[in-house]
């Protein structure tokens, strides 16, 4: 996989001892060691053998755990693995710390081609869900269908919500911020963090929340967390500006599996205007609004998430594929309302 992105610079490969990651009920954490790069991998036992895999990629700042709510209402139909992308949960940073799309693209591509996995569902969130689309474009061999939650593409009129993580990737930013926000707990750092991604803050539970405040702990205390932050921010910001056959919206155009997307009305971070778009981009796209969702649609409405995918597993094997939830075209889905 090419690209036009600068390469970052080398990472701290020393790790501190720090607690263990969570892991939920019915999961299992692995460590897949590949040359120069190291993924912690979440999967789950699928309800029967020979089910085809799906894979999982969270967004700036997540990590596997993201997933674990979607995983399990799905390990019926797909055999799940969620990865940890460099230097995020609980993978370390890779050895040459390249932190662009295309880097964490790479990395995806590398684990799916040494596990011989492909071709997998492919799911991804934000971030995840434009190292997945790049993904998708560049090896279409190891995609059966593409599931996007809102994809972090590209914004000619860029979310407010989005400009304070944005300005990360500004050097100098992330120092000045880390010491802003020193005597900030990890409790208000994942208040906020809510705040910013739920559609309803309110929806999470005491024990998720509780959880959420453990993993912040968890990751302020790994030294390469800001700078994995910082370099991937700024990695996707530069994927925004390259032009050409190696820009993301040209590379959605050329992505050939089936494509659900699944936008918030409430996202703070991806514009729900963005839809419209996406779904004229994909060719073979379909679309899901969740008019109350946040940026994770995913941890939100899991179930109205899981109920979409069986709808397009379901339909791939058709020999004319619908393009819109409901029997919807794809531009028919584009106009629906925020109510979907």
């Known amino acids: 996989m090419s690209s ?31 040359p120069g790069l190291t993924l912690t991998v979440r999967s789950r036992r699928p309800a029967r053998e020979g089910l085809p895999p799906a894979f999982y990629v969270h967004g700036l700042g997540g990590s596997s755990q993201n997933w674990s709510a979607l995983m399990p209402l799905l390990d019926d139909v797909v055999a799940g693995e969620a990865v940890d992308l ?13 932190y662009s799309v295309t880097g964490h693209a790479r990395a995806v591509v590398r684990h799916l081609d040494a596990a011989g996995r492909g071709p997998v569902h492919l799911f991804g969130n934000s971030l995840g869900g434009a190292v997945a689309t790049r993904v998708a474009a560049a090896r279409p061999d190891l995609v059966r269908t593409l599931t996007l939650v809102s994809p972090a593409m590209p914004e000619i009129r860029v979310q407010r919500g989005a400009v304070p993580t944005g300005l990360l990737a500004v050097p100098g930013v992330a120092a000045l911020f880390t010491r802003l926000t020193s005597d900030w707990t990890p409790e208000q750092r994942v ?25 912040m702990e968890r990751r302020l205390r790994l030294p390469y967390f800001w700078d994995a932050m910082t370099r991937s ?5 530069n994927a925004y500006t390259v032009g050409g056959q190696h820009g993301l919206w040209r590379q959605a155009e050329r992505v050939l ?5 699944v936008y918030g009305g409430r996202d703070q971070l991806v514009g729900y205007r963005m839809a419209r778009r996406a779904v004229r981009a994909f060719r073979e796209s379909r679309l899901l609004t969740l008019p109350d969702a946040g940026h994770v649609a995913m941890m939100e409405y899991p179930d109205s998430v899981a109920t979409a995918f069986r709808e397009l597993l379901a339909d791939t094997g058709r020999s004319a594929p619908d393009t819109g939830i409901g029997g919807a075209t794809g531009d028919e889905a584009a106009d629906q309302s925020r109510g979907g």
């Open 4 to 34: 036009t992105e600068p390469p970052s610079a080398p990472s701290a490969t020393v790790l501190p001892r720090v607690a263990a990651v969570r892991a939920a009920r019915g999961e299992r954490l692995r460590s897949v060691h590949l």
């Open 86 to 98: 460099p230097g995020f949960g609980d993978s370390p940073p890779p050895d040459d710390g390249d």
């Open 191 to 215: 208040r906020g963090a809510m705040a910013l991604c739920y559609g309803d803050p309110g929806r999470v539970t005491p024990d998720a929340f509780r959880a959420a405040v453990e993993e």
């Open 233 to 237: 921010t700024r990695g996707l910001v």
């Open 257 to 261: 599996a089936p494509t659900l997307l």
